[in-house]
Structure formats: structure tokens, C-alpha cells
């Protein structure tokens, strides 16, 4: 008798290996720098590339929980009001006379508190759309932020608070250390974990996770709290770079998050995605807007060249899949 031997592994491909989106992108990233090279010659030096890391990672730590949320197959466009919210409240409560540490406390609770509703309202009222939710909370949220602060700034932060924003440690600013940080933690938590591994599963079929005994109402919280939490912490650093707030910040950062998941090959059908691929499109987009900013190319421009790339990223994987479906027909 025949011993059969069942498996889930694939042999290794070196073809399917190098046809990797994450490929592609590591070429686009060298294109990039190349034109950037060629289009202004201060570019390309360790101190400007090392700068230009400051104007984008605020808005990055916001990509690493976007992932895992749209792997579940949801979407969080609150995000930008709840960075604006948690901003605007923790530099009221400074200049009431709060000590700033405390303030900076309240920021990050008020962020995973908005962060939190929107995971209750989505698992609470299942027949509505995490886009028609977040939606909603992101009217509430900016709409909040105009009642604290009306159109007014705010500002006046203590001298070490800028260390944040405009900080080193050594020779590398902060910030990137942080991402760096962060970025590892969540490439590990959905790479190397049981609940990343529902979070896919849940993203491929919710109804089949649910009936599998996964706790798909408490995962999705989890994902939507972690997402509010990133984007307090980004409101921390914004303001620090910024050296105040007003209820307008972060305007459009929803935008270009969703952007950047988009482009580093999440699937906006849920399931399916890496995080690398991510935090690759976060410097390809960053370092493409740095550069052409050095020779004034219009901002109408970039979103152009930003639309242009999220196109090819959506329809290369659509094209791969098509051409396996005629192969097996």
C-alpha cells in the first residue's frame, strides 16, 4: 500500500519569486531615484534623502493598521479627522494648563477611542459598509475638532516637544526609527501570528471564518481601535513637525494612505497582500514627491503620476489572474 503524503507547500519558483508584486516595486523605487538624480543634482545625498524621511512618515504610521484593515476586506477613511481630533484636543488641554505629557496621553486615548467606535459601529450594524461608517465618524470627528477649536490655531508647545517631529537620534531622525519599530512589529503580527492569520482568513471569507469559530466581531475591533491608536500617534508627531495644530490638519491624508495600500498590493477585495509591499510603496511615494517637489513640479502632476501607478497596481494582478483562468480552460 502506497503512503500518501498531504501538504500545503509548494515547491519553491525562482519565476514565481521574481514575479512578486513587491518586484516590481523595488524596480519602480530604483526608477524614481534615478529620475530624481537626474532632475535635481542636490538629491541625491545621505542628509537630504535622510530629511525628506520627516515630511512623510507622519502620515505612514497610519499605513501599517490600513493594511490590516483592508486585508479584512474593510476600509477607514476617519482616519485623517481622528489625527486632526486627537491633535486639536491634546493642544487645547496644553494651553488650559494641562502638563503636555498628560496631554499627549489624552491624544493617544481619544484616538483609540474614536478608533474603537468605528469597530463598534461596523460589528453592531453589519448591514451598513465600514465606508459608510467611517464615513459618518469622519464628518463627526472633523466636525468635533471645529467646536474645540473653531478655525483658530493652537500652539506654544514646550521646546522639547519638537524633538518628535524634527529630532535625531545620532544621525537618523526619530521618526524613521519609530517606523522602523512599528513597522517590524506589524509585519510580524500579521506575518507571524495566529491573529494575523485570521485576518487573512476573515478577509478571503468572512461568513466561513465566523462559522469556524473565529471571533470575527472582536478581531475587526481590534484592527479599527489599532488603526485610531496609529493615527494619535501620528497626530503626535504632525504637530510636533508642525509646532501647532488647527481643525483643518491632516486634510486628505485618508487619501494618500489608502493610496500607498493600494500601491504596495493589498487587495482591495480583502485576503490577499503583504505588509513589505506596503511599507515599499511608502518611501517609492514619499521620495517621489520629495523629488519632484525640488524642481517644482506641480502638485497636480504627482497625483497624475500617483493615479497613473495605482491603475498598473490594480490591473497587473487582475491581468496574472486572467491569464491563469485561460490556462486552465
Not at 14 to 29: A, D, G, I, N, S
Not at 84 to 103: K, Q, R
Not at 113 to 135: P, Y
Amino acid at each position: 500500500m502506497e503512503t500518501r503524503i498531504l501538504t500545503n507547500k509548494r515547491d519553491f519558483s525562482w519565476k514565481r519569486f521574481f514575479l512578486q508584486w513587491e518586484w516590481m516595486l523595488v524596480v519602480l523605487f530604483i526608477a524614481v531615484n534615478i529620475m530624481n538624480m537626474n532632475l535635481s543634482e542636490f538629491y541625491w545625498s545621505y542628509e537630504s534623502l535622510r530629511d525628506a524621511t520627516m515630511t512623510f512618515l507622519d502620515k505612514s504610521l497610519i499605513v501599517l493598521p490600513m493594511v490590516l484593515v483592508m486585508i479584512l476586506g474593510d476600509i477607514d477613511i476617519s482616519v485623517a479627522s481622528i489625527v486632526a481630533l486627537s491633535s486639536v484636543i491634546m493642544a487645547d488641554l496644553y494651553n488650559s494648563g494641562v502638563p503636555m505629557p498628560i496631554a499627549m496621553i489624552v491624544c493617544l486615548l481619544i484616538g483609540t477611542l474614536c478608533g474603537w467606535i468605528n469597530g463598534l459601529l461596523i460589528v453592531k450594524f453589519k448591514e451598513l459598509s465600514s465606508v459608510i461608517v467611517t464615513l459618518s465618524t469622519m464628518i463627526i470627528y472633523r466636525g468635533i475638532a471645529y467646536i474645540v477649536l473653531e478655525d483658530q490655531a493652537s500652539g506654544q508647545f514646550p521646546d522639547w516637544f519638537s524633538f518628535l517631529g524634527w529630532g535625531y537620534v545620532g544621525t537618523i531622525p526619530f521618526i524613521l526609527i519609530v517606523f522602523a519599530v512599528f513597522a517590524v512589529l506589524s509585519s510580524l503580527l500579521l506575518h507571524r501570528t495566529t491573529f494575523g492569520r485570521r485576518v487573512y482568513a476573515m478577509g478571503s471569507n468572512m461568513t466561513a471564518s465566523r462559522f469556524s469559530g473565529v471571533q470575527v466581531d472582536k478581531i475587526r475591533i481590534i484592527v479599527f481601535t489599532l488603526a485610531g491608536l496609529m493615527s494619535a500617534i501620528t497626530a503626535l508627531f504632525l504637530t510636533s513637525r508642525m509646532g501647532s495644530t488647527r481643525p483643518n490638519v491632516a486634510m486628505g491624508y485618508e487619501l494618500d494612505v489608502i493610496a500607498m495600500v493600494v500601491l504596495g498590493g493589498i487587495s482591495t477585495a480583502g485576503g490577499k497582500g503583504r505588509m513589505i509591499g506596503a511599507i515599499l510603496a511608502v518611501f517609492l511615494v514619499g521620495f517621489l514627491r520629495y523629488g519632484l517637489g525640488l524642481v517644482n513640479v506641480p502638485a497636480q502632476m504627482l497625483l497624475i503620476i500617483l493615479g497613473m501607478l495605482l491603475i498598473v497596481a490594480v490591473m497587473i494582478p487582475k491581468m496574472k489572474f486572467s491569464r491563469i483562468k485561460l490556462r486552465k480552460t
